[in-house]
């Protein structure tokens, strides 16, 4: 029995792994596999891994509270009041935007789920998302699996991945609904600066359009770089969705807990299909996220971390023969260009071989990352952990770039 051509056509040619190679870092057992092997892992968005990096005040909470007995309970579908109070003061702090706890903000199993709970109400068969070219997996898929028409709008390396608006003005069609965004960009750690978002919100509100806008890694921003929420824009906060998280800036991807904030007349829709779509979040990783919300030195303390890596990073890697790239600018990762040595498959696939490290191929994030990986360079607890594999990942491409005669 052929049992996928049961299947519709938004899930039919989904691989995870079983029958043929993927290239995701995430899907199906081709990580584990590899870290069974000995191999080391550092294309997982999630700071410190695999060292433990769960904070004092953070296993205290939920030490406590399991001892308790509370957390054998379900929360709320729309995520623990006080968790939502946490997160509402959060967002109010660093937007000026007055949250309600009751109506502007609801809990997450986690941001990826939310991006697509963020997007299930707006999308009908053939609507078309505008998505930033190279941008996250998730923004390229999840328009497919909702029945639409993802429209990828090319970024460019020379721009430093800055917004062309001219780029999204003449993909425009009477199809298109949304603007679908990562900012920080991932992969490329791109912050959009205020000219650009601010052409790119004028677009959307003359289009009639609404933006759905992924803010896991804005915990984190350098240089004195200005960041901008797109929903604080003139026209934006009645049809912007944001979804964030406390997977990268905090570091605690394995509570999974994520959120989105949107205006009441939004968040009345998400609230009535929370319980039929995600579920509850886990009542123990909700009572370790308000902690973590509420430590104010655990962000303070990640980015003082994060922004040395980030250096170390670039010290060892920007050296590396064939490799072009430029410091990060937000977040947790670094984009290496690669094409002067090969595919971003072939480079990959030599690390792995070579270095022992699994990196992220750029073609996932989009046809413009070709030519590209992607490294989480906040893996490991430890600065001289990480370096040492720096430097592994830079002599085994010193040596790709010898034998293909660029040294």
Not at 244 to 262: F, H
Not at 275 to 296: H, Q
């Amino acid at each position: 029995m052929d049992v996928k051509s049961k299947m519709n056509d938004r899930f039919r040619d989904l691989q995870g792994g079983l029958f043929l190679e993927v290239t995701k870092a995430d899907v199906g057992e081709g990580a584990g596999n590899f870290m069974k092997a000995g191999g080391d892992i550092m294309a997982w968005a999630d700071p410190f891994f695999p060292d433990p990096s769960m904070p004092e005040s953070v296993k205290k909470a939920m030490v406590e509270a399991i001892e308790g007995g509370f957390p054998a309970h379900y929360s709320m579908p729309i995520g623990l009041y006080e968790l939502r109070e946490a997160l509402a003061e959060h967002i109010t702090e660093r937007t000026g935007i007055p949250i309600d706890p009751s109506r502007n903000v609801i809990v997450t199993p986690g941001s990826d789920s939310g991006l697509l709970f963020a997007m299930m109400p707006f999308i009908e068969e053939g609507d078309e998302i505008m998505v930033p070219n190279p941008s996250y997996p998730s923004n390229f898929l999840n328009g497919k699996l909702l029945g639409g028409v993802t429209v990828p709008v090319p970024l460019y390396e020379e721009d430093n991945y800055q917004i062309r608006i001219e780029e999204f003005e003449k993909r425009l069609t009477p199809r298109t609904k949304m603007v679908l965004m990562s900012h920080p960009n991932n992969p490329t750690t791109t912050v959009f600066r205020r000219e650009g978002l601010e052409e790119l919100c004028k677009f959307i509100v003359k289009n009639d359009l609404i933006l759905v806008c992924d803010q896991a890694f804005e915990d984190h921003i350098y240089d004195g770089i200005e960041f901008v929420a797109p929903c604080t824009l003139p026209g934006m906060w009645e049809r912007t969705l944001t979804v964030c998280s406390i997977s990268k800036g905090i570091g605690l991807s394995g509570l999974r807990i994520g959120y989105i904030y949107t205006n009441d007349h939004i968040m009345d829709v998400l609230y009535g299909g929370a319980v039929n779509v995600l579920g509850a979040a886990s009542t123990a990783s909700s009572i370790g996220a308000i902690a973590a919300i509420k430590d104010k030195e655990l962000l303070k303390s990640n980015y003082e971390r994060l922004e040395r890596r980030r250096r170390l990073a670039y010290e060892v890697l920007s050296t590396t023969p064939g490799v072009k790239m430029k410091m990060s600018e937000s977040g947790i990762l670094s984009w290496l260009d690669v094409s002067a040595l090969g595919t971003c498959a072939e480079v990959s696939e030599y690390l792995m071989e070579h270095a022992r490290i699994m990196v992220n191929q750029g073609t996932p994030y989009g046809s413009q990352g070709e030519g590209h990986i992607r490294i989480v360079t906040a893996c490991f607890a430890k600065d001289e952990d990480a370096v040492e594999r720096f430097e592994r990942i830079k002599a085994a491409l010193t040596q790709m770039a010898k034998e293909k005669g660029i040294i």
